[in-house]
């Protein structure tokens, strides 16, 4: 198999095993943010998408084509609902399509099994993949002191901190880089004074599709010490076996394993209100009926659908929130 190919992926997965293989691995999330994002959701619903489907997988779609990807992985099953249709429909137009499963039970034999999958099809083998996690994990401590930074020393703010947490999902397909530009970052902040004590907020759910949340929530006097889903990205639990790693990863599995990881991180960061995200007709939105239930905080959801300043009735939620609660 050739080396140096482009690799689209729909989420967070072992990406490991596509930087052990040689390639380039492209969050189509992140990519599609720094596009026209607009227009890339119009270009979907022209091909007939409908309008009552998430606008990542939209995206996702639209920015697959105009990507010059040599192939998709969709994670068909720990993620969305919709992303085998996705798969489908990027296969429909001449792009090579793979799976990749978290499974259904959490443990280390079926996981191991579906990782395996994964490394036969990019011709890897296991201490390949060791050998990345390795290099990757190095960036990742890097990652997890930033994000103590963020609650604790004060150094980082929400928004810096969303944005390198979330950018580990694949390193900008170039760990030398990445690593680089976080060690310069690193610096100039821990030169920094500590910012001042705000009403601090956790940051629950996807990554938003709002471009101006965390300006918003610094504007009215808070700010965000806990990304649940972005620190999530950043690997946490850095096991040595990478099969374990996977599997306390908590995002493809159930409300039970993420409140397992939320409920202790609220408490050590000392939350004091908690912002939950969730975008427009996905499944997720149910399991925010339990994150309410057992925070025990000041709870307030936004939902949003277009990647788009925050629209005002969401807006006018959120200031009103901050009054009562601040």
């Known amino acids: 198999m050739k080396k140096n190919k482009r690799i689209g ?37 022209l091909k007939g998408f409908p309008r009552t489907v998430c606008g990542w997988i939209k995206g996702n779609y639209s920015t697959a084509l ?76 890097k990652l997890l002191v930033l994000d103590e930074w963020t609650w604790n020393q004060r150094l980082v703010t929400g928004k810096e901190n969303h944005l390198w947490l979330v ?29 001042p004590a705000k009403p601090r907020c956790a940051f629950l759910g996807v990554p938003p599709i709002y471009r101006d949340m965390y300006d918003l929530v610094r504007d009215l006097g808070g700010d965000v010490g806990f990304n649940e889903v972005q620190r999530q990205f950043a690997m946490p639990h850095l096991a040595e076996d990478i099969v374990e790693q996977y599997l306390l990863y908590t995002y493809p599995y159930t409300i039970k394993e993420r409140l397992e990881d939320i409920l202790p991180q609220l408490q050590q960061r000392k939350v004091d209100l908690v912002l939950s995200y969730i975008q427009s007709f996905c499944h997720l939105q149910i399991d925010n009926i339990l994150l309410k239930k057992y925070t025990g905080l000041p709870f307030l959801t936004l939902e949003g659908d277009q990647p788009e300043p925050m629209d005002n009735r969401a807006l006018l939620r959120l200031e009103s929130f901050f009054e009562v609660h601040s």
């Open 167 to 195: 950018s580990s999902s694949d390193f900008n397909g170039d760990p030398d880089r990445f690593e680089e530009e976080l060690d310069t970052f690193m610096q100039e902040a821990a030169k920094r004074d500590p910012m």
């Open 66 to 141: 105009a990507s010059n990807l040599d192939e998709v992985i969709g994670i068909t099953q720990g993620d969305c609902s919709n992303a085998q249709s996705l798969l489908d429909m990027i296969a429909e137009e001449g792009i090579p399509v793979w799976s990749f499963s978290f499974p259904n039970r959490r443990t280390h034999e079926d996981m191991d099994r579906e990782l395996r999958r994964l490394e036969e099809h990019y011709e890897v083998d296991r201490t390949d993949t060791l050998k990345a996690k390795a290099r990757l994990d190095e960036i990742r401590r």
């Open 9 to 45: 992926f729909t989420t967070s997965f072992p990406v490991e095993v596509v930087f052990a293989a040689g390639h380039f691995p492209i969050d189509l999330n992140n990519l599609f943010l720094d596009c026209d994002s607009t227009q890339m959701i119009h270009a979907a619903e």
